[in-house]
Every structure is written in structure tokens, then in C-alpha cells.
């Protein structure tokens, strides 16, 4: 059974710095693409990062490009996001969700994946930018 499960987050000052895990069970990374997400209170969730199944190509939304990173552990079945510069805009619960592949759909050039090409949700992680 495939399992993704988010941890990480929390609390954290303006232009602080978090970094999620998303640990995998049940599947291993080389098969899948693995893409960040968030949903805010009173808005639709939306695509943040991704990285493709071999780890070569990785994908940002414009809000976050410059000061997220997302990498992976194959060794550990992990993929990280690494947020840098933290804005109270941020804030959301973050989830990681696994496809065949990170989608190449932009909207002004930003990556903006089809939802519903992800599956295996992770129940998600809150993270909160406030001072």
C-alpha cells in the first residue's frame, strides 16, 4: 500500500526557515514523481514543488522559487522541501502526494500540476510564519 506521510512543520518568525519531510512506505521513489502542496484557510490547494522520479528535474511554483528547495534521501524513501525566507503567506498545511511524473502544465510560468493526477495524500503538516 502506498503511504506518505508529512512532518516537519510548525511555528516559525518571518524569514525563518522550516524543512518538511515526506517519508514513503509501500513504494519507492525511483518509480515516482513526489510534488509539495498547500492548502490555506479559505483557498483552493495549490502546487508548490515537485521532483521527478530520478531526482534530475524539479519543479517551482513562482511564489516559492528562490527560497524553497525540494531534494530527496532515495536512501531513506524521503523527499524534503528546505523553505527559506519564510513570509506570513506561507502559511498553510503542507501535503506531499506521489504521480508518474511532476506534469509540465504552467500558468504564467509557473508550475501549476493537475491535482488529480496526484495520489496518496498525506494526512498533511501545519505550517504557521507569524511573529
Known amino acids: 500500500q502506498l503511504r506518505l506521510v508529512e512532518s516537519g512543520g510548525g511555528l516559525v518568525q518571518p524569514g525563518g526557515s522550516l524543512r518538511l519531510s515526506c517519508a514513503a512506505s509501500?513504494?519507492?521513489?525511483?518509480?515516482?514523481?513526489i510534488g509539495w502542496f498547500r492548502q490555506a484557510p479559505g483557498k483552493e490547494r495549490e502546487g508548490v514543488s515537485c521532483?521527478?522520479?530520478?531526482?534530475?528535474?524539479?519543479k517551482y511554483a513562482d511564489s516559492v522559487k528562490g527560497r524553497f528547495t525540494i531534494f530527496r534521501d532515495t536512501a531513506k524513501n524521503t523527499v524534503y522541501m528546505q523553505m527559506n525566507s519564510l513570509k506570513p503567506e506561507d502559511t498553510a498545511v503542507y501535503y506531499c502526494?506521489?504521480?508518474?511524473?511532476?506534469?509540465?502544465?504552467?500558468?504564467?510560468?509557473?508550475?501549476?500540476?493537475?491535482?488529480?493526477?496526484?495520489?496518496?495524500w498525506g494526512p498533511g503538516t501545519q505550517v504557521t510564519v507569524s511573529s
Open positions: 509501500g513504494f519507492t521513489l525511483d518509480y515516482h514523481a
Open positions: 521532483i521527478s522520479s530520478s531526482g534530475a528535474s524539479t
Open positions: 502526494a506521489g504521480s508518474p511524473a511532476c506534469g509540465d502544465t504552467y500558468a504564467s510560468g509557473s508550475w501549476y500540476p493537475n491535482l488529480l493526477d496526484f495520489a496518496s
